[in-house]
């Protein structure tokens, strides 16, 4: 038979407001705490990408049917990408003012100018 032992509480180091023993684990309060928080978690995580990945592609179906050709110097190809002239990463939006229409192989060629190449090194 296993030793009778404190509850380990609801998580993040807290201790179980209520002080029961139990066999193992956490008492059914705090079971339940512990699930609705791990589960919350999870949901806004999965949500929030989901938003914003369905955000992105209506500001970009939207922005292409304004723009349908390339906007790169001389280039008449269909456009099949937006580009953000600054990028998100460096405070940029997804504001029509930063986004441009480029074909595939001008996009490529500017992501691949802009992106830091890191290139791996040969093994001898």
């Not at 999870?42 to 906007?71: G, P």
């Not at 456009?79 to 490529?108: I, M, P, Q, W, Y």
């Amino acid at each position: 038979m296993r030793a009778m032992t404190l509850c380990n509480g609801p998580g993040e180091e807290r201790p179980c407001p209520t002080g029961e023993i139990v066999r193992r684990g956490r008492c059914p309060a705090c079971e339940r705490a512990w699930k609705d928080k791990v589960n919350l978690r999870y949901r806004k995580a999965t949500t929030n990408v989901r938003q914003t990945d369905r955000h992105w592609r209506m500001i970009r179906a939207r922005f292409l049917a304004e723009h349908d050709t390339c906007e790169h110097e001389g280039c008449e190809m269909p456009a099949t990408d937006v580009h953000h002239k600054l990028d998100r990463a460096e405070g940029g939006d997804s504001s029509f003012g930063n986004l441009e229409a480029l074909c595939k192989s001008h996009h490529s060629k500017v992501t691949a100018e802009r992106q830091a190449r890191v290139v791996p090194a040969r093994r001898r």
